[in-house]
Nanobody, 121 residues
């Protein structure tokens, strides 16, 4: 069973920074998209930042200029650095990967269990 293992998060003050890391528990055949979503209280789950297999990067408008996403294709990890945090960044952050696990399988979506980020005002 392949899992996405998240680390980071917690309680941060307004204006602070956080670093979220996610690792794949065992090497897949390929990782297409890799990144982070978040779900605030009584909100839908939205994309925060994604990085494609070719290195293309996409950020949500709400974090543009404050977020940096990077991936390590050797260790199958992705890191999100989010600066100048605001109370509205408070959410559960989920690691996401679109992966093909074996040569026989199709590429499909995987999610981490989520990590809480709370930004205090």
């Amino acid at each position: 069973q392949v899992q996405l293992v998240e680390s980071g998060g917690g309680l941060v003050q307004t204006g602070g920074s956080l670093r979220l890391s996610c690792a794949v528990s065992r090497s897949p055949r390929s990782i297409d998209a890799f990144g982070w979503y978040r779900q605030g209280p009584e909100k839908q789950r939205d994309m925060v930042a994604l990085i494609g297999g070719g290195g293309t990067v996409e950020y949500a408008d709400s974090v543009q200029g404050r977020a940096t996403i990077s991936r390590d294709n050797v260790n199958n990890t992705v890191v999100l650095q989010l600066n100048n945090l605001k109370p509205e960044d408070t959410a559960v952050y989920y690691c996401y990967a679109k992966m093909q696990i074996t040569i026989w399988g199709k590429s499909r979506d995987f999610w981490g269990q989520g990590t809480q980020v709370t930004v205090s005002s």
